[in-house]
């Protein structure tokens, strides 16, 4: 997904790892994104931000494709966990690796 490649490569500020990534990111296929995606997207953030919970737009728009796909999101965002209270987000958790 756009948005995701957007959110991720955004977080990077030091030009070798960012150009790492982008390589890395496209054996991700891209995937379109309908009309439906962002009409839902806003009606997600009116949702949340009703219940006192903020994002952006992209969280949002990311949120909708995942729903409305049934996708399952990898993330560490703290946000996402608010979010899954007012939405059906389908969140893969994070397990703790023993490296010993």
Do not use: M, W
């Not at 030009?15 to 390589?23: D, E, I, T």
């Not at 953030?45 to 949120?63: E, M, P, T, V």
Request: charged share 25%.
């Amino acid at each position: 997904l756009i948005p995701i490649r957007q959110e991720i490569l955004s977080r990077i500020t030091n030009k070798n790892q960012f150009n790492k990534l982008k390589s890395i990111l496209k054996a991700f296929p891209d995937f379109a994104i309908t009309r439906n995606d962002y009409e839902i997207a806003a009606e997600y953030f009116n949702k949340c931000r009703i219940n006192g919970i903020q994002g952006s737009h992209i969280d949002f728009l990311i949120c909708a494709v995942t729903i409305n796909n049934n996708f399952a999101v990898f993330t560490t965002d703290k946000d996402c966990l608010s979010y899954s209270k007012y939405l059906k987000l389908n969140l893969h958790k994070v397990r703790d690796f023993d490296y010993e």
